[in-house]
T-cell receptor, first 113, second 114 residues
Framework: ETGVTQSPTHLIKTRGQQVTLRCSSQ?????VSWYQQALGQGPQFIFQ???????GRGNFPPRFSGLQFPNYSSELNVNALELDDSALYLC????????????FGPGTRLLVL | TQLLEQSPQFLSIQEGENLTVYCNSS?????LQWYRQEPGEGPVLLVT?????EVKKLKRLTFQFGDARKDSSLHITAAQPGDTGLYLC??????????????FGKGTHLIIQP
């Protein structure tokens, strides 16, 4: 069984740029959620994708957007990067009817200068 | 907004000691999950508790879900240096409908000294 994978592992961008992060879900899982984790904090929910559509969103502005593909993999796009976007971005996959248990990837560490 | 408060925020103890970490909320959760996270890595799911009053044991770790589904605790017996990490509790919204994005606590930073 293949776990959740994310790419890239680390990324450095400058303010105003755009970034795309990628996630492959665990085999058998059809739902992908994205989280932002600032240093020393718990993860914060960005949004969730199910059947290629956004299925709920946390308190993040529209410049955070995403996609889910037919193979259940997903992308997180962030436009007009700000310094405060520097964080660990986590992807989690789950089986829709699994009672909320989510399995996380190793994350992408984004630094915005 | 459903919030989860974890205590203590930091805990440093000697190897062999016992400890308990708490996760509390004023809101009801349909389930609660506990994760352990090491620096630079994603959270690893330890357990999901679903039924009020439920107790689950995972080797030296004992997890309890409060009767009212508003709180949970993690007890570690005879802590070992390998238990060091950030312990996070998290839960989906009670409604269950729509997005199942998890609400996380800020975590307990646990250090077990040899």
């Amino acid at each position: 069984e293949t776990g959740v994978t994310q790419s890239p592992t680390h990324l450095i961008k400058t303010r105003g740029q755009q970034v795309t992060l990628r996630c492959s879900s665990q085999s058998g899982h059809n739902t992908v959620s994205w989280y932002q984790q600032a240093l020393g904090q718990g993860p914060q929910f960005i949004f969730q994708y199910y059947r290629e559509e956004e299925n709920g969103r946390g308190n993040f502005p529209p410049r955070f957007s995403g996609l889910q593909f037919p193979n259940y993999s997903s992308e997180l796009n962030v436009n007009a990067l700000e310094l405060d976007d520097s964080a660990l971005y986590l992807c989690a996959s789950s089986a829709r009817l699994a009672g909320g248990s989510q399995y996380f990837g190793p994350g992408t560490r984004l630094l915005v200068l | 907004t459903q919030l989860l408060e974890q205590s203590p925020q930091f805990l440093s103890i000697q190897e062999g000691e016992n400890l308990t970490v708490y996760c509390n909320s004023s809101s009801v959760f349909s389930s609660l999950q506990w994760y352990r996270q090491e620096p630079g890595e994603g959270p690893v799911l330890l357990v999901t508790v679903v039924t009020g009053g439920e107790v689950k044991k995972l080797k030296r770790l004992t997890f309890q879900f409060g009767d009212a589904r508003k709180d949970s605790s993690l007890h570690i017996t005879a802590a070992q240096p390998g238990d060091t990490g950030l312990y996070l509790c998290a839960g989906p919204p009670w409604s269950g409908g729509g997005a199942d994005g998890l609400t996380f606590g800020k975590g307990t930073h646990l250090i077990i000294q040899p």
